[in-house]
């Protein structure tokens, strides 16, 4: 089976621009995360989706940053206007979401974003 | 703050040693889970433990969860130069709102 598909792998924008990154989880998978992961530092989440419906976006910086799951399948996260401390890689995972997890996510390989 | 806290922050081994990292965390966890990442991927599950278990075997990993001392580690025998990767320890717990909270990592390098 096909894994976490991210789009896409590098990306270079200058400061204030827009930038949105695309996201499609593992057929069947109703839990999609976006987690943003730093150099040298673990990912740090920034909202999950059960189906199309964010249920924690506590993370998500909202002045700036949004996301949407239409249909509740894949998954765009946006950016705008991006600032150089959104330099980082942005990781989406998806999992198979009940109340006793028997197995953990599966993460896409990332978007790498570089703001100059 | 976050939850999980891996010890060492790098660590440096010979191909054929064990590699043990450990993994502390705060508040009661409902499960753990290790995770692997090579340079430039994404992260890749390995093994998930339950708040009542205490040790759990895959493969040449072995992982060991110590609720008394919210702790728990991640032991790799007879390591390979293809084990060279960031390994990163995440919990879950009811105060995270039952997401998973990654620790900083242990990198890790099998030396050849």
């Known amino acids: 089976e096909a894994g976490v598909v991210q789009s896409p792998r590098y990306k270079i924008i200058e400061k204030k621009q827009p930038v949105a990154f695309w996201c499609n989880p593992i057929?069947?998978?109703?839990?999609l995360y976006w987690y943003l992961q730093n150099l040298g530092q673990g990912p740090e989440l920034l909202i999950r989706y059960e189906n199309e419906e964010a249920v924690d976006d506590s993370q998500l910086p909202k002045d700036r940053f949004s996301a949407e799951r239409l249909k509740g399948v894949d998954s765009t996260l946006k950016i705008q206007p991006a600032e150089l401390g959104d330099s980082a890689v942005y990781l989406c995972?998806?999992?198979?979401?009940?109340?006793?997890?028997?197995?953990?996510?599966?993460f896409g390989s990332g978007t790498r974003l570089t703001v100059v | 703050s976050q939850q999980g806290e891996e010890d060492p922050q790098a660590l440096s081994i010979q191909e054929g040693e064990n590699a043990t990292m450990n993994c502390s965390y705060k508040?009661?966890?409902?499960?753990l889970q290790w995770y692997r990442q090579n340079s430039g991927r994404g992260l890749v599950h390995l093994i998930l433990?339950?708040?009542?278990?205490r040790e759990k075997h895959s493969g040449r990993l072995r992982v060991t969860l110590d609720t008394s001392k919210k702790s728990s580690s991640l032991l790799i025998t007879a390591s390979r130069a293809a084990d060279t990767a960031s390994y990163f320890c995440?919990?879950?717990?009811?105060?995270?709102?039952?997401?998973?909270?990654f620790g900083p990592g242990t990198r890790l390098s099998v030396l050849p």
């Open positions: 508040t009661s966890i409902n499960n």
């Open positions: 433990i339950r708040s009542n278990e």
């Open positions: 995972a998806s999992s198979l979401r009940d109340r006793k997890p028997n197995y953990g996510y599966t």
């Open positions: 057929s069947g998978h109703n839990t």
């Open positions: 995440a919990t879950d717990a009811k105060d995270y709102g039952q997401n998973f909270v």
